[in-house]
């Protein structure tokens, strides 16, 4: 009797967990298509339909593994809430691994993939702007439009200390946040509102 062939998600889930194996077992720089091919049971064809690059492929498993980002409770303060993001994409980016993380950015200036960028840089501003709206109704912010780099330059402070520096302390994480990217908000937020001159 021949294995029934697998399909859809329990095919994707197979290969996500092959290619965390791979990752884990080689290192980023040892992963290949033909390992995850051979442990997921399928053919490189196959891998490559979906994910043209091996970076893409990676990055796919590790966030399909990850808890993910959501919007974490109200704190209470702007600077509340920012912590308590950062701290969980904190996690995010530890358990993914700084070496693969580093492998990852590295493959950003070869392939440039618009899609891996997005998935890169793109998800965090989708949980800052609800903090950022909580933090306008508490009237901690102006109603001035906010640029996408200011928005996500606390997130990327992280990734700096966490990727490059190797280590994000809570005092680092206080400067970030209640040093640099809150009185930044709060200024842009600002401008243009009556009164804020």
Same mark, same amino acid.
């Given at each position: 009797?021949?294995? @029934?062939?697998?399909?859809?998600?329990?095919?994707?889930?197979?290969?996500?967990?092959?290619?965390?194996?791979?990752?884990?077992?080689?290192?980023?720089?040892?992963?290949?298509?033909?390992?995850?091919?051979?442990?997921?049971?399928?053919?490189?064809?196959?891998?490559?339909?979906?994910?043209?690059?091996?970076?893409? *492929?990676?990055?796919?498993?590790?966030?399909?593994?990850?808890?993910?980002?959501?919007?974490?409770?109200?704190?209470?303060?702007?600077?509340?809430?920012?912590?308590?993001?950062?701290?969980?994409?904190?996690? *995010?980016?530890?358990?993914?691994?700084?070496?693969?993380? +580093?492998?990852?950015?590295?493959?950003?200036?070869?392939?440039?993939?618009?899609?891996?960028?997005?998935? !890169?840089?793109?998800?965090?501003?989708?949980?800052?702007?609800?903090? +950022?709206?909580?933090?306008?109704? @508490?009237?901690?912010?102006?109603?001035?439009?906010?640029?996408?780099?200011?928005?996500?330059?606390?997130?990327?402070?992280? @990734?700096?200390?966490?990727?490059?520096?190797?280590?994000?302390?809570?005092?680092? !994480?206080?400067?970030?946040?209640?040093?640099?990217?809150?009185? !930044?908000?709060?200024?842009?937020?600002?401008?243009?509102?009556?009164?804020?001159?």
């Amino acid at each position: 009797m021949t294995p @029934r062939r697998r399909r859809g998600e329990e095919l994707v889930s197979a290969i996500h967990k092959a290619v965390l194996a791979e990752v884990a077992e080689h290192g980023y720089a040892g992963t290949t298509y033909d390992g995850v091919a051979a442990r997921a049971g399928t053919s490189k064809p196959v891998l490559y339909r979906r994910w043209p690059t091996k970076a893409a *492929m990676v990055l796919d498993a590790s966030l399909e593994a990850s808890p993910g980002l959501t919007l974490p409770p109200d704190t209470g303060s702007l600077s509340g809430d920012l912590k308590a993001f950062l701290r969980t994409a904190q996690s *995010m980016m530890e358990r993914a691994g700084r070496q693969t993380l +580093l492998s990852l950015l590295a493959e950003l200036d070869r392939s440039a993939g618009e899609s891996l960028r997005d998935l !890169l840089f793109a998800r965090g501003a989708d949980i800052i702007e609800p903090l +950022l709206d909580r933090a306008r109704a @508490r009237g901690e912010l102006g109603d001035s439009p906010l640029p996408p780099r200011v928005i996500t330059l606390a997130l990327n402070l992280v @990734r700096h200390e966490v990727v490059i520096v190797g280590a994000l302390t809570e005092e680092t !994480l206080d400067i970030i946040v209640d040093e640099i990217a809150v009185p !930044l908000l709060t200024s842009r937020s600002l401008r243009g509102t009556p009164g804020s001159a």
